[in-house]
């Protein structure tokens, strides 16, 4: 009984409390009925692979599916199609795609677990599929990832760029059109991408603006109600051809509140795998958010701003892969600092086919390769930290500090015993940070160190030298003894205070120990608790 009741309460807490269609105002996606703020946050559900059929339906009923992504606490589905499937293929049906491919193990699951879906076309099965959602409350955002079914994505596969081998404009513009009319009347399908992961050597600027502005012009014209998103260059890395020429859209018309930007990023871009454990992380993980800022975030600042949507980032949910830890730590800080929407690669915890492999686990994925339940719990955790909202357009509450700490996604909070702990972020507290003092707000009571690898502790004394603190990196916080604020679970429960790690200058190359465990980013925040 307290479970069932503790479920009810948990659902209840993850109903919609927002109106669609949504908008945009200025970097912010709001719905359309009284201007909130919504911030999309969930994952990538894969359907653009193989037999064209959103992964898992073999493994598990689709309604438990459905609400086991809502009691995530995700509200949001990027659901991945391919563009032959609203042409080319549109006819077939779900038992024709898998038989078609010798998928016959997929057959007996579908079968078992979803055989209402057999005899629906490709189309018809997606849409169930969107709709079993939306009875969750779980928004939809469509993602056009390839024109022939397949894999994605490299350079020369056909899919890159329009003009390549699979990737034919007008099919793209008929795709377009039926996806965005067959849910013209659905407000849970919030969002319609362009395209996934535009990339290969012919892509270019010029061609790249007069597509978009065909494809955004076609989604608006037969699904006025849709978030249009707009991916750039390499791999949704640039949308920097943007700083020189616009889309030209009228700032007066409904379609120029309804653009959304989107962008990418994992360990492994550009090659830079490697380098989140070789080299000095402090400074690496400066170079990457501004590389980031430079090339995508940039849209979010100044007059023009508009909203980013991270549609991609993703880590090796074994928990095992060295360089995808290092790197979720820092991408997090990034996404605690704009508080950007997002979708994790992946929910998906497997494939129909891939690779010309059957039933091939995917190892980004939240769901184990089974569908029953969370691969990682402590990953998923550490999302969730980035679940809420940290900015509101629409506050009045004062703007306050919380100190985040990405590498276990923990926020500095205080009890009523004044004893000062790291816990999930629902129960932050509210900080200060002003002539070298971090005080907790509403208080006389400021933070203090007592000494290397001892607790963290509060002081009314704010004129001590262990009250004063100075930023020794873009992460760490050191008092004049040059002891760091450090906090690992594994080592001690507690917030200590020691040895800087690899803080003693910004241009020290030769330190590459790890220092997340001290990286405690003051996070300006204007939204209520």
């Known amino acids: 009984m307290q479970t069932f009741i503790a479920f009810l309460i948990l659902f209840s807490l993850l109903s919609p409390s927002f109106s669609v269609p949504l908008s945009t105002k200025s970097r912010w996606i709001i719905d359309d009925v009284g201007g909130h703020r919504v911030k999309l946050v969930g994952g990538n559900w894969a359907g653009h692979v193989g037999p064209m059929l959103p992964e898992g339906l073999d493994k598990r009923p689709l309604s438990d599916i459905a609400r086991h992504i809502a009691l995530m606490g995700f509200n949001s589905v990027r659901l991945t199609y391919s563009t032959y499937m609203f042409t080319k293929y549109s006819h077939l049906t779900v038992m024709q795609s898998l038989r078609n491919l010798s998928l016959f193990n997929a057959i007996d699951g579908v079968t078992r677990y979803n055989h209402q879906l057999l005899n629906l076309t490709l189309p018809a099965a997606q849409e169930a599929v969107v709709n079993q959602l939306a009875y969750y409350g779980v928004m939809t955002v469509l993602d056009n990832q390839v024109s022939k079914p397949m894999w994605c994505c490299s350079d020369d596969d056909g899919n890159g760029f329009w003009g390549d081998k699979y990737f034919d404009p007008q099919d793209w513009l008929k795709s377009l059109q ?122 979010t600042q100044g007059p023009n701003a508009a909203p980013l949507y991270i549609t991609e980032f993703g880590v090796n949910m074994l928990g095992n892969v060295t360089y995808d830890n290092i790197f ?49 719990p402590d990953i998923h955790a550490k999302l969730l930290s980035v679940r809420q909202m940290i900015k509101d357009p629409n506050s009045a509450e004062p703007s306050y500090l919380r100190l985040y700490h990405p590498k276990t996604g923990r926020c500095l909070s205080v009890n009523g015993n004044t004893q000062i702990h790291a816990t999930e972020c629902y129960t932050f507290s509210k900080w200060s940070y002003e002539n070298s003092l971090i005080k907790l707000n509403g208080t006389p009571y400021c933070l203090a160190a007592t000494g290397h690898n001892s607790p963290l502790s509060l002081t009314t004394d704010c004129d001590s030298k262990q009250s004063s603190w100075q930023a020794v990196s873009s992460y760490q916080l050191a008092n004049r003894d040059n002891l760091c604020i450090h906090y690992d679970p594994y080592y001690s429960p507690y917030v200590l205070t020691k040895r800087c790690i690899c803080a003693s200058s910004s241009n020290d190359t030769s330190c590459v120990r790890n220092p997340q465990s001290q990286w405690f980013q003051r996070v300006s925040s204007s939204a209520l608790e």
């Open 328 to 376: 979720l730590g820092c991408f997090l800080a990034y996404l605690a600092k704009y508080d950007l929407d997002w979708n994790l690669w992946a929910l998906h915890g497997s494939y129909y086919l891939r690779d010309e492999g059957q039933g091939v686990e995917e190892q980004y994925g939240m769901f184990s390769t089974n569908w029953t339940k969370i691969r990682n």
């Open 178 to 299: 039926k996806v965005a009319h067959r849910y013209r009347h659905n407000p849970m399908v919030v969002a319609m991408s362009l395209r996934n992961e535009i990339r290969g050597k012919r892509q270019n600027a010029k061609d790249w603006l007069k597509y978009v502005r065909k494809g955004v012009k076609q989604v608006h014209k037969y699904n006025p109600n849709v978030l249009i998103l707009v991916g750039g260059l390499s791999y949704a890395l640039d949308l920097t051809p943007l700083k020189n020429k616009s889309l030209n859209i009228n700032a007066s018309s409904k379609l120029s509140h309804k653009i959304v930007y989107e962008s990418h990023r994992y360990a492994f871009t550009m090659g830079q795998s490697h380098d989140y454990r070789h080299k000095p992380l402090n400074q690496f993980c400066d170079s990457v958010i501004a590389e980031m800022e430079n090339r995508t975030t940039f849209l």
